[in-house]
């Protein structure tokens, strides 16, 4: 069993996450950064799927009741307590208390432990959804989460996911509503940087910069969102949708994000400056 003593700004369970609901307005969830929730679970052996932790800046504090194995992946943060490192398997032994500082770079930090975390699976998945309020709940002090069976596996080793860098731009593709937006303004989504709000959650990252002014005016019927939307609001701002985005929204999607940088999203911190370019030309 693990006892949280303190669960820091946001620490949740999360998984691959629940795909295939959004006829019931239900969004996959899951690891906000995949990559990383998939290098962390690989390091401990496990066999794919299992719960982990997902930490948000920081904060968690855990006591190990029993020995496991464990690994930490995603925004590299120190540990007190006893020092599990980063990108590594790690023994950490009965009764030791663990604090994850904040991390030195990016948001989300991941920690799988051997066998994985064993909580109660919601439509088919032990994600917690902030949104939609599924799974879950978000963890508090004085929860015990209990560990899954070893699964008696090697302990394979990989290079860590990349996190962003402030000179690479981030690859979209022109969206469903990119005719909505004079041909200026498309470019000056890519022109101009836009800076990563604090506001930003596992919802979506929301962006400060030049405004989108959209030529078409009228009200658009609800309809379908991805991970990885790009919406723009009344106000010109853009949201970037991320892994507990609703699945249905009356903004216009001017782009989406490549599958492949949509753990830089996640990991973009408050104040972060994200630049993009497009894969296509969204013109036509």
Do not use: K
Not at 14 to 43: C, K, M, T, V
Not at 107 to 119: M, N, T
Not at 183 to 188: A, E, G, K, N
């Amino acid at each position: 069993m693990i006892e949280v003593i303190a669960a820091g700004p946001l620490c949740t369970v999360q998984d691959r996450g629940r795909p295939g609901f959004a006829h019931l307005g239900i969004s996959r969830s899951g690891a906000a950064d995949r990559p990383a929730y998939e290098l962390a679970n690989r390091l401990v052996g496990n066999r794919g799927g299992e719960a982990a932790l997902e930490i948000t800046f920081g904060g968690l504090v855990i006591r190990f009741d029993d020995a496991c194995v464990v690994a930490l992946a995603g925004a590299p943060c120190d540990t007190i307590g006893h020092d599990i490192g980063d990108q590594q398997p790690v023994a950490v032994p009965a009764g030791a208390t663990v604090t994850f500082v904040a991390p030195r770079s990016g948001v989300r930090s991941y920690l799988a432990i051997r066998g994985g975390v064993a909580v109660e699976s919601v439509l088919g998945s032990m994600s917690t959804d902030v949104l939609g309020g599924i799974g879950p709940s978000l963890l508090r002090a004085g929860d015990r989460l209990a560990t899954g069976l070893d699964p008696g596996t090697p302990f394979p080793t990989q290079s860590a996911p990349r996190l962003p860098t402030a000179d690479d731009r981030i690859r979209i593709w022109p969206g469903p509503r990119a005719a909505w937006f004079d041909p200026s303004v498309v470019d000056i989504l890519v022109a101009a940087p836009y800076t990563v709000l604090p506001s930003s959650n596992r919802i979506g990252a929301r962006l400060s910069g030049v405004a989108l002014d959209r030529i078409v005016r009228r009200e658009l019927p609800s309809e379908g969102l991805v991970e990885g939307a790009i919406q723009v609001p009344a106000d010109g701002q853009p949201l970037v949708f991320l892994a507990d985005h609703p699945t249905t929204g009356g903004y216009p999607v001017i782009a989406v994000v490549d599958h492949a940088d949509l753990p830089r999203i996640a990991q973009a911190r408050p104040g972060d400056s994200l630049r993009f370019r497009w894969l296509a030309d969204a013109t036509r």
